[in-house]
């Protein structure tokens, strides 16, 4: 079989993670790099500084990966669904629930595949969470409290990038912490009644957005949760978490990114 032909837009520091991925797999090849800036190492495909060199180039591809700046998204992959590829956008997909949804219409009317990428489902500890949750282990489920603590300062908003700008990066829910809310809402479905506050501790000259939040929800399937998150740690990130409470155990995911079974225990398991 030929190999998939992969062509990335936007090689920033993620685009090359994807580049890496492709290369290292013997079934997908990069064909091309789209990316206004010049890539300081050698490639092994052609760059395109615009989406309308690459098309006017001829180059055959199959599925673009879409890794450019948050506010990006949504039009960078119209571009690529127009020309017929199939689509991986990088987390998150838009920063409106009206294009997403135009997004995922999109893709389908064209009968292309529309890949978000929520790699953390795939990690073991989330492999093992979802398992036990649609067992029924924990039994009812009464709590979920989601925490997610992290250092974002100086060192991250560098002046004249797009980290935190309102209209690129979205916010702090959307760049640093959407991993952990898809975490949530797939294990436990859509939540409703949501209150909250947000707070901007010490981001005032960093970012055009809050810096941290408090929010307590109640989850449709019954039983209710709360939020608090932050990118105010000191130096360094601390934790993201989730905690089950139900009417048979209880069990937590933690570390940096959830990548540890922190606590289990559960009614004869």
Request: hydrophobic share 40%; glycine share 10%; with cysteine.
């Amino acid at each position: 079989m030929n190999p998939i032909r992969f062509v990335i837009i936007g090689y920033g520091h993620i685009g090359r993670r994807h580049a890496a991925m492709i290369d290292r797999n013997t079934e997908t090849a990069l064909v091309a790099v789209v990316d206004p800036k010049l890539p300081t190492e050698d490639l092994p495909c052609p760059h395109f500084s615009a989406w309308e060199e690459f098309l006017a180039a001829g180059i055959q591809a199959d599925l673009a990966v879409i890794a450019t700046p948050n506010g990006w998204h949504v039009t960078h992959a119209l571009q690529a669904l127009d020309a017929g590829l199939h689509v991986v956008v990088e987390k998150p997909m838009g920063l409106t629930g009206a294009s997403v949804q135009a997004l995922i219409h999109a893709a389908q009317t064209r009968q292309l595949a529309l890949f978000p990428v929520m790699q953390n489902r795939y990690s073991p500890p989330a492999q093992w969470i979802k398992g036990v949750v649609e067992a029924g282990l924990l039994g009812d489920i009464y709590l979920v409290q989601l925490n997610c603590f992290w250092n974002r300062d100086a060192r991250y908003y560098l002046p004249r990038g797009w980290h935190g700008d309102k209209q690129l990066d979205g916010g702090t829910l959307f760049t640093q912490f959407s991993h952990f809310l898809d975490t949530l809402y797939w294990l436990l479905g859509n939540i409703k009644n949501v209150q909250g506050r947000v707070y901007d501790f010490n981001h005032e000259h960093l970012t055009d957005f809050e810096d941290s939040g408090l929010f307590t929800f109640e989850l449709e399937r019954g039983g209710a949760g709360s939020l608090q998150f932050s990118t105010s740690v000191y130096d360094q990130n601390f934790e993201s978490s989730i905690t089950l409470l139900g009417s048979k155990g209880t069990v937590k995911l933690g570390g940096q990114y959830m990548e540890t079974v922190s606590y289990c225990h559960i009614q004869d398991y």
